[in-house]
């Protein structure tokens, strides 16, 4: 979901542009597909048009891809390929030396205990800020289940388009799928058949410990009377997991596309940030030169629901070399930042 910019195109001739019902809306790279760093894989036939989007692509070399065994003669995911890994494996890109298990966790118990008396943030009625609410234990903890999950079956690709436009991040779908193309939900993946996998249980334990918090500082801070009808209960059945690296963003846009029960009623996003700060826009309109902007850090949980349910709001830019180093040490990842958001169709 996201606003893209404008491609580069190779060579004078014009391409036709991708018509996905909300191209505008989820976020296509200004940047052509780069040869030999990514190549789309047609795979069996398919009931889109060539312009449509239809694959995923890899990770270019630089950030330590693994190679490819996309063709160019299918539409889809070759079931050879190999996924996206959002950790590095072997330190491909240099010799990397750890910090010491003892500096880790002096790090660590900084962070625990800075947690302790980080603000909460009310950005607007419906929409709150938990800076610094996921402790470094459970950030290791994600990443390394996101990193297990998005190596498997229906885990982490680069959607793209026909005409060489990819979305500046990597996606994978927990619980249900969500197709760029169609923008809805369904129990596979069009390209490849793939089930998402489930969502584990302790993520949704971090969710509703994120909402709970979320009433509790919304009673204390500005005298909620009652915080539920501010921001409804969820249960998450639905988890976009996006990896974005240095360059990656995401143009305004709204998540619209969980059911009229789901909308109607405001039940909040929960989003979860992991990684690298990267600058969080939002607003009532999708104009970029209008909207509020916030840092999120690792760590940050932010929620929108309510009166805040269908705000416009994208990632305008990455801060390289925030992510805290005993995120990184400990699990590998690469630069960026992993995105978690939860919601309930």
Request: glycine share 10%.
């Amino acid at each position: 979901m996201a606003g893209g910019g404008e491609k580069t195109l190779a060579g004078s001739a014009q391409p036709r542009k991708a018509p996905t019902p909300h191209a505008s809306d989820y976020g296509r790279s200004s940047e052509r597909q780069k040869q030999g760093a990514c190549t789309f894989s047609p795979s069996l036939s398919s009931k889109y048009s060539p312009q449509q989007l239809v694959a995923p692509a890899h990770p270019p070399q630089a950030a330590d891809s693994r190679s490819s065994s996309y063709s160019a003669g299918s539409v889809g995911s070759d079931s050879g390929a190999s996924p996206f890994d959002i950790c590095l494996s072997g330190n491909k890109c240099g010799i990397k030396l750890n910090s010491s298990l003892l500096e880790i966790n002096r790090a660590k118990r900084r962070d625990r205990e800075l947690s302790k008396d980080a603000p909460f943030q009310y950005l607007r009625p419906g929409m709150v800020l938990l800076k610094r609410f996921i402790k470094p234990n459970d950030q290791v903890k994600i990443v390394k289940v996101c990193q297990q999950l998005g190596v498997g079956s229906g885990g982490f690709y680069r959607p793209g388009y026909r005409d060489g436009a990819m979305l500046r991040l990597w996606m994978m779908c927990l619980g249900k799928n969500w197709d760029p193309d169609s923008h809805s939900y369904g129990d596979t993946r069009p390209f490849d058949g793939a089930q998402p996998p489930t969502i584990p249980e302790e993520f949704r334990k971090y969710v509703q410990d994120a909402i709970q918090a979320s009433h509790e500082l919304l009673k204390q801070n500005i005298g909620a009377v009652n915080a539920v009808d501010e921001l409804p209960l969820m249960s998450p059945d639905i988890c976009l997991v996006n990896f974005y690296n240095s360059s990656g963003r995401l143009g305004l846009h709204q998540d619209k596309d969980e059911s009229m029960s789901s909308l109607d009623k405001g039940l909040p996003v929960v989003s979860f940030s992991l990684g690298d700060t990267t600058e969080f826009l939002y607003g009532d309109v999708r104009d970029e030169e209008k909207v509020s902007k916030v840092a999120l850090e690792s760590g940050d949980v932010l929620i929108f629901g309510g009166k805040s349910r269908l705000i416009f709001h994208g990632v305008s830019n990455m801060k390289p070399n925030t992510a805290p180093k005993w995120l990184t040490d400990e699990t590998s990842l690469r630069p960026g930042r992993l995105n978690l958001t939860f919601r309930q169709y």
